[in-house]
């Protein structure tokens, strides 16, 4: 493990070049000094970088999306037993005649 540290859930990438792309399981610090040099407003995703104040590190538990007071309820689904079918006669329009 190096002397760089990303924060949790950060993957670095640089335009056009995918061996530069790296998380915290292959952070070296030759690719962390690469990303810093080439972007310097960077290290907001750094939670350790050597020779600086520890950035500290707030983990935000998930939210819970559907209060509890919310329940899904299933769709009613009608009771069909009792239809009567009836035949249905369709309409018949006047023809229209030549004169």
């Given at each position: 493990?190096?002397?760089?540290?990303?924060?949790?859930?950060?993957?670095?990438?640089?335009?056009?070049?995918?061996?530069?792309?790296?998380?915290?399981?292959?952070?070296t610090d030759e690719l962390a000094q690469?990303?810093?040099?080439?972007?310097?407003?960077?290290?907001?995703?750094?939670?350790?970088?050597?020779?600086?104040?520890?950035?500290?590190?707030?983990?935000?538990?998930?939210?819970?999306?559907?209060?509890?007071?919310?329940?899904?309820?299933?769709?009613?689904?009608?009771?069909?037993?009792?239809?009567?079918?009836?035949?249905?006669?369709?309409?018949?329009?006047?023809?229209?005649?030549?004169?």
């Amino acid at each position: 493990m190096g002397n760089y540290l990303l924060k949790p859930g950060v993957l670095l990438q640089a335009f056009g070049d995918a061996s530069k792309t790296c998380t915290n399981a292959n952070l070296t610090d030759e690719l962390a000094q690469w990303h810093l040099s080439q972007c310097p407003e960077k290290a907001k995703y750094f939670a350790r970088i050597p020779g600086t104040q520890a950035t500290p590190v707030r983990v935000v538990p998930p939210v819970n999306i559907v209060p509890p007071e919310i329940r899904i309820v299933p769709p009613v689904i009608p009771d069909i037993t009792n239809i009567v079918e009836e035949k249905i006669e369709p309409v018949k329009k006047p023809r229209k005649t030549k004169k």
